[in-house]
């Protein structure tokens, strides 16, 4: 079941390489004489900031600048979640060279200074990006939203003053907008704005270089936007916890901390978005309230963090833990602290966005409770791998029964399923193996870029030649 999870419309490259010819291939990969390319990455989320997107960035980024490329990232130097947070303006940090604009202090409830926070920091990557010299890729995601746009129209005046060839640009698209704001009904479908932001979305797939979607079925919704199907890749994210032996519960600090052992602990752990609702979760921790040995973790932040809290508060729910997000070094005892994890998807979410959070459950071996519509990625994996249940949003009872049966299930039973959800990331699912798959894509297109531009310096050369010969011979006559 997992290898279906990564396809390619008609790129074609090799998707393992061993170390030992990593260094041929890479010079192979990158043109003539071996030179590497110049990639720029506009996003406003960058590690250390604990949001998943900044997370993912910087793996392909140390990726690539570990293959010999120059990667320079432009970001924000405040944190996503908490603002407050501040950031060096300028560090290299795994070989990747990292410059952070400024950001006021914007507070994320207020919905009229989440807009000016965000053209803020379309405005700050804009002149970022347009004065930054030779640049062979753009690369950029979802955040902050529209910069697509941004980096669209960066590579086309770089491409009109330098009189050059374009700049590739490469688009991961880690959700789909206006599509989640109309299935949210925060726009209206067919509304004046709902249709300049289509005609802003189609630019952007139209000019994109390559479009990397989290699964088929947002590969379906951006075909559906006029995407061609050869310059799509379909390539799940990956893990940021390795998929080691699973923690005994005794060993583990983070229980003992929070006091969780000897309890049988559902844990929510990332953004707690309105997108991918837990208020059916949040019902059946009312349901336990009184079964002092359950306890239910939310983890993380997020626009729905403020809601999770509130029901904990309001009901007085002693079995409820809700804690913000964890240093990474932490993950494995944090994840690993659960029994089963929890995960959702939106009814109306389905290739819309992707729930990343389940591949830290599979990574520390742990069962899934998967509360969403089917069939969906994450139904996929819980039906083709055999690592969970499935629950419809609204449906409490279920919820609850469900939550009781995993109770009761005898501990090999719930290992084993936490066990075949390890094996599966490890196979073609492992962070290793994904981060090579997008590398030698976008290897194979700085490879014909590079080319081109080597082609080009060549012809211009032989041109200057030739014509310095016929002046020569020329003068000769005379």
């Known amino acids: 079941m997992a290898e279906n999870l990564v396809s390619v419309g008609r790129i074609a490259f090799e998707s393992d390489a061993s170390p030992s010819n990593r260094k041929e291939e890479v010079s192979a990969a990158v043109g003539r004489g071996g030179v590497p390319g110049r990639l720029m990455i506009l996003t406003q989320v960058y590690v250390p900031d604990p949001a998943a997107v900044g997370q993912h960035m910087h793996d392909f980024a140390a990726a690539m600048a570990a293959r010999g490329h120059e990667v320079i990232v432009y970001c924000s130097s405040r944190g996503y979640d908490d603002p407050r947070q501040s950031f ?204 002092d040995t359950i306890r239910f973790a939310f983890i993380g932040g997020g626009a729905a963090k403020k809601q999770v809290n509130e029901h904990i508060e309001r009901h007085g729910l002693r079995n409820c833990l809700s804690l913000p997000y964890q240093p990474l070094s932490d993950l494995r005892y944090s994840l690993g602290a659960a029994d089963v994890h929890a995960v959702s998807l939106g009814e109306h979410m389905v290739g819309i966005v992707h729930p990343c959070k389940v591949y830290g459950a599979m990574a520390v071996g742990r069962p899934i409770l998967y509360l969403g519509p089917r069939p969906s990625h994450v139904s996929d994996l819980i039906e083709g791998e055999g690592i969970g249940w499935r629950i419809a949003h609204g449906d409490v009872a279920g919820c609850v029964t469900a939550i009781q049966e995993m109770k009761d299930l005898a501990s090999p039973d719930l290992a084993a399923k936490g066990a075949r959800a390890q094996a599966a990331l490890r196979s073609s699912l492992a962070p290793t193996h994904l981060l090579n798959v997008m590398c030698k894509a976008i290897e194979g297109l700085l490879a014909g870029r590079i080319a081109e531009k080597s082609a080009y310096v060549e012809q211009h050369t032989a041109e200057q030649a030739s014509t310095a010969r016929s002046d020569k011979v020329h003068n000769m006559i005379e």
């Open 88 to 291: 060096p303006r300028f560090e290299i940090r795994d070989g990747v060279k990292i410059i952070r604009y400024s950001l006021p202090i914007f507070t994320k409830s207020n919905m009229l200074l989440r807009i000016v926070g965000s053209v803020w920091a379309q405005l700050a990557l804009f002149f970022h990006a347009l004065f930054t010299l030779r640049t062979e890729m753009i690369f950029f995601s979802t955040s902050p939203p529209m910069i697509g746009v941004t980096a669209t129209l960066v590579a086309k005046l770089k491409s009109l003053f330098s009189f050059g060839k374009q700049a590739q640009l490469v688009y991961w698209a880690m959700d789909l907008n206006p599509d989640q704001l109309v299935a949210m009904r925060k726009l209206r479908a067919g509304s004046l704005a709902h249709r300049l932001l289509e005609a802003a979305n189609r630019f952007v797939l139209r000019n994109a270089d390559l479009t990397i979607a989290l699964d088929r079925f947002m590969e379906a919704r951006l075909k559906q936007h006029g995407r061609a199907p050869q310059k799509v890749l379909v390539l799940p994210p990956w893990s940021h916890e390795k998929p080691d032996a699973p923690l005994p519960h005794p060993a583990n600090w983070f229980r003992d901390k929070h006091g969780l052992q000897g309890r049988f602990v559902v844990m929510y752990s990332g953004n707690h978005s309105p997108a991918n609702p837990i208020d059916t979760l949040l019902a059946a921790a009312l349901a336990f309230k009184d079964d």
